[in-house]
């Protein structure tokens, strides 16, 4: 009877072992291989990290991850609460009827020179959830637009232009409204020649 319970117990154990050893292998290792090897070959792009390069090549960010622009020339990207710092994602404990959150946005909006007559749009003034989000409304790209092209040098038309195409391949659900990625919309305006891109 004793012995017969020990073989049990140790029958037990080594199926146990062996459970936990097929699980591993199926779940951290043939399964994230698959799904990599997919992803590579579905979406090669996304799988890379949607990573931007400038004309000679490099790697200057990500589709999906904000920069800190704030040099006149350039379109600006919604205010982060982690200071674009993406291995520390994320948004602000901050009550938002606090007086922190009441000063950093009226701080934003004297940035941006904002007044009654020409109110900021919400997204320049409120930070995004990751603080890291790469895009802004179309309304807060035309906002910007007569900045950057007075820092350019170039036609305020022209600067409409290049946000509206970008406005138009990406829309809000549900809204209609077009969404402009920052960097992309900053990399084409340089492409142009008009100034060369330092993210801060």
Excluded at 63 to 69: D, E, G, S, T, V
Aim: charged share 20%; aromatic share 6%.
């Amino acid at each position: 009877m004793k012995t017969t319970l020990m073989e049990d117990t140790g029958a037990n154990i080594a199926a146990s072992l062996r459970i936990a050893l097929a699980t591993i292998v199926l779940c951290s290792g043939l399964y994230p291989l698959f799904i990599f090897s997919f992803a590579h070959f579905a979406v090669p792009e996304a799988a890379s990290g949607s990573l931007v390069r400038n004309q000679a090549g490099k790697v200057v960010g990500s589709r999906l991850i904000a920069q800190a622009f704030t040099k006149p020339g350039y379109f600006w990207p919604r205010p982060s609460a982690v200071k674009y710092t993406a291995e520390a994602a994320g948004g602000s404990n901050l009550s938002p009827a606090g007086p922190e959150v009441r000063e950093r946005a009226l701080k934003t909006v004297k940035e941006y020179g904002a007044d009654s007559r020409h109110p900021l749009p919400a997204d320049l003034a409120a930070t995004s959830g990751s603080g890291l989000d790469p895009l802004i409304t179309l309304r807060a790209a035309l906002f910007q637009a007569s900045r950057v092209a007075h820092a350019r040098g170039m036609a305020l038309s022209d600067v409409e232009a290049a946000i509206r195409r970008h406005a138009d391949g990406q829309k809000i659900l549900g809204s209609g409204e077009g969404l402009v990625n920052v960097l992309v919309l900053n990399m084409e305006l340089d492409a142009a020649g008009k100034t060369t891109m330092v993210p801060r």
